[in-house]
């Protein structure tokens, strides 16, 4: 059975830049959430996505923002890049959300 | 705000011995509780999940949950080199979102 896809895995950007990533969940999940990893504040949620509606967003500014397709798969967006958007971007799916959640490799954003 | 806190570490212990990771959280809605694993440069790893009051055994790993006194652990019996990580705890509730902790960096040293 796959896992959590995401893509691509490593990205370097400019300030003022946007980037879009990818995140194809488990086979079955419905539901797709997405962290932002950084050394100091740990793992700080975004947005929690289930057929295809939002139904939690995380204290984050506008310039974020996600949606989520049909078959599950999801992507999210980030406007505007600034330095301190640099972080590891996790994706992880599960049947509902805040079950058992399974990780993707993540997505290494560096904004330089 | 709601969150979960983890006993800052690092903790070190000798292969063999018995590792306690600890978690305490302020929502009393949180319903569901995990522990993941993370291996430096990797992504979080789920190893262990609990939802009801007492222990929940798997293997060599048994996590405990006291909702009374919003506590949540994770004992690792005869740890290993390899168990060598951070640990992060997490909690669930009804807003679809886990809630995790700082994490715990764990050494098992041979």
């Known amino acids: 059975k796959a896992g959590v896809t995401q893509t691509p895995r490593y990205l370097i950007k400019t300030r003022g830049q946007q980037v879009t990533l990818s995140c194809s969940p488990i086979s079955g999940h419905r539901s797709v959430s997405w962290y932002q990893q950084t050394p100091g504040q740990g793992l700080q949620f975004l947005f929690e996505?289930?057929?295809?509606?939002?139904?939690n967003k995380g204290n984050f500014p506008g310039r974020f923002s996600g949606r989520q397709f049909s078959n599950s798969r999801s992507e999210m967006n980030v406007s505007t890049l600034e330095l301190g958007d640099s972080a590891l971007y996790l994706c992880?799916?599960?049947?509902?959300?805040?079950?058992?959640?399974?990780f993707g490799q993540g997505t290494r954003l560096t904004v330089v | 705000q709601k969150e979960v806190e983890q006993n800052s570490g690092p903790l070190s212990v000798p292969e063999g011995a018995i590792a306690s990771l600890n978690c305490t959280y302020s929502?009393?809605?949180?319903?569901?509780f995990f522990w993941y694993r993370q291996y430096s440069g990797k992504s979080p790893e789920l190893i262990m999940f609990i939802y009801s009051n007492g222990d929940k055994e798997d293997g060599r790993f048994t996590a405990q949950l006291n909702k009374a006194s919003q506590y949540v652990s994770l004992l690792i019996r005869d740890s290993q080199p390899s168990d060598s990580a951070t640990y992060l705890c997490a909690g669930g509730g009804s807003n679809y979102k886990l809630t995790f902790g700082k994490g715990t960096l764990l050494t098992v040293n041979p």
């Open positions: 929502d009393r809605g949180s319903q569901s």
């Open positions: 992880a799916s599960s049947f509902q959300g805040a079950t058992e959640a399974f």
């Open positions: 996505y289930f057929s295809e509606t939002q139904r």
